[in-house]
T-cell receptor, first 115, second 112 residues
Framework: DGGITQSPKYLFRKEGQNVTLSCEQN?????MYWYRQDPGQGLRLIYY???????QKGDIAEGYSVSREKKESFPLTVTSAQKNPTAFYLC??????????????FGPGTRLLVL | QKEVEQNSGPLSVPEGAIASLNCTYS??????FFWYRQYSGKSPELIMF????GDKEDGRFTAQLNKASQYVSLLIRDSQPSDSATYIC????????????FGKGTRLSVIA
């Protein structure tokens, strides 16, 4: 069964704590992305990775870190430097190149709440 | 600044009517365009993509692209209450595996 999985579904963070959100895909997609969505707002790009062992900052990378050690996995760490982390976090991946742009597919999301 | 603009809505249509959702984008060189549907509390799911000028039909959905005017639209025929969701337009401003730029979405409400 192919797809993108994210865990956990809900995550609670205490003050000053780092937390890691998991994203795994078995679609053989080259690129993976992390977005943040706040209530009533659009999707904002945090980080993306086009190939293993390489990643680029998006529009709101401050307070977040990522790694891409395997093609299938792209975990996101929300550090204590992120002062307002409460949001819905979405992981996406995109298909191999077509030359006309890439279709992105989303995982089910992780909702992060601050205690 | 690469932008994608959508009316936030809500757009209310009666059951059985045609819902028309519109999106404009800022870069004339954009190549590919996508429509996603997002139900409340869920992640976006892809409905359609379109690359060429004109219409593309898939069931009750039709995507329309006009590159000269820099707009893309989504028509939903025979709207159902289950179509009530936020519809998000996305544009690929680059080539290869570059991130899409997303609009903020239009909330559609289909009234039974």
């Amino acid at each position: 069964d192919g797809g993108i999985t994210q865990s956990p579904k809900y995550l609670f963070r205490k003050e000053g704590q780092n937390v890691t959100l998991s994203c795994e895909q078995n679609l053989n997609h080259d690129a993976m992305y992390w977005y943040r969505q706040d209530p009533g707002q659009g999707l904002r790009l945090i980080y993306y990775s086009q190939i293993v062992n390489d990643f680029q900052k998006g529009d709101i990378a401050e307070g977040y870190s990522v790694s891409r050690e395997k093609k299938e996995s792209f975990p996101l760490t929300v550090t204590s430097a992120q002062k307002n982390p409460t949001a819905f976090y979405l992981c996406a991946s995109s298909m191999p190149g077509t030359g006309l742009g890439e279709t992105q597919y989303f995982g089910p999301g992780t909702r992060l709440l601050v205690l | 600044q690469k932008e994608v603009e959508q009316n936030s809505g809500p757009l209310s249509v009666p059951e059985g009517a045609i819902a028309s959702l519109n999106c404009t984008y800022s870069d004339r060189g954009s190549q590919s365009f996508f429509w996603y549907r997002q139900y409340s509390g869920k992640s976006p799911e892809l409905i359609m993509f379109i690359y060429s000028n004109g219409d593309k039909e898939d069931g009750r959905f039709t995507a329309q692209l006009n590159k000269a005017s820099q707009y893309v639209s989504l028509l939903i025929r025979d709207s159902q209450p289950s179509d009530s969701a936020t519809y998000i337009c996305a544009v690929n401003y680059g080539t290869g595996n570059t991130p899409l730029v997303f609009g903020k979405g239009t909330r559609l409400s289909v009234i039974a």
